[in-house]
């Protein structure tokens, strides 16, 4: 089987040119097969047989392409793992080296000296780890939307606040991350479903409410907040609550019928009116006896 034939089995149907010369293809063999069988460029040197648009993955995966020991960074990086959202028309990628970054159509690339032990595969895609591109992508985000990411990247497990505060040691111009590092080091938000209930601990946090538990088994059922102490429970009501009202008042009818006392707090305002929900928290705040457990 052809050289590239085999490439393009393992990677999503693209491959690239330094691949076939290392695979002991020459420049006017690359040329003659380009043009014959119509590849198609996605970036200088990487092509596809394929003529319908790119998954996100192929477009991942063809940024990397572009060179050896190329890897996602910052954006795109931040995308692939899931916690912070990229439709941008180009996509980030850093390699060994020095100098600032450099623009290509379709492509960012920056340059470093200091990949080693940073760097790892994502589903077979070569890319910086997790605390790297949090930290690389801090400076393109405003104050709310670092604080997502972060939480989007601990509620997904791809990184710890221990492990970022580790990998922050001798960075400059990190002072947000280290803050949200020490301050919410104690969070978990691996529990969480929503990141609208990661802000939600983070504000009953900063309020000094004790810790709810989050999304244990309660009389079968898994509420958002629970305080077993006080036998008191907090829902966060997201856009989709209209869709399964019959379903939650089905389980909040459980909960009571248990003596637990259910609140709900609809999303939006764990955002835009903090205040309500540590009001709702404080409600609960009584001891009760004969507290059951979940």
Known sequence: MDAHLVLASKQEDLFARWQLLAAGWNHEMVRHRARYEAWRAIHSGVYTRMQGPLTQ????????????ITYLDARSAAACYGYWPWDGDYETVVRRGNGGKRGYPGLLVARSSTLDGQVDKKDGIPIVLAERSLINLAPDLGTWQLGKAFREACRLQCLTADSLARALCGQRGTALLAALCDRYATIPYHRCRSDAECRGLEILHDAGIEPPRVNVRVRGHRPDFYWPQWRYIIEIDGPQWHLFADEDARK???????????????SGDVYDHPERLVALARQGERPKEGAIGP
Do not use: S, Y
């Not at 909960?255 to 609809?266: C, Q």
């Open 57 to 68: 993955r192929q477009n991942w995966i063809a940024a990397v392409l572009t060179a050896p």
């Open 252 to 266: 909040q009818k459980i909960w009571e019928d248990a003596r637990n006392t259910v609140r709900r707090i609809p």
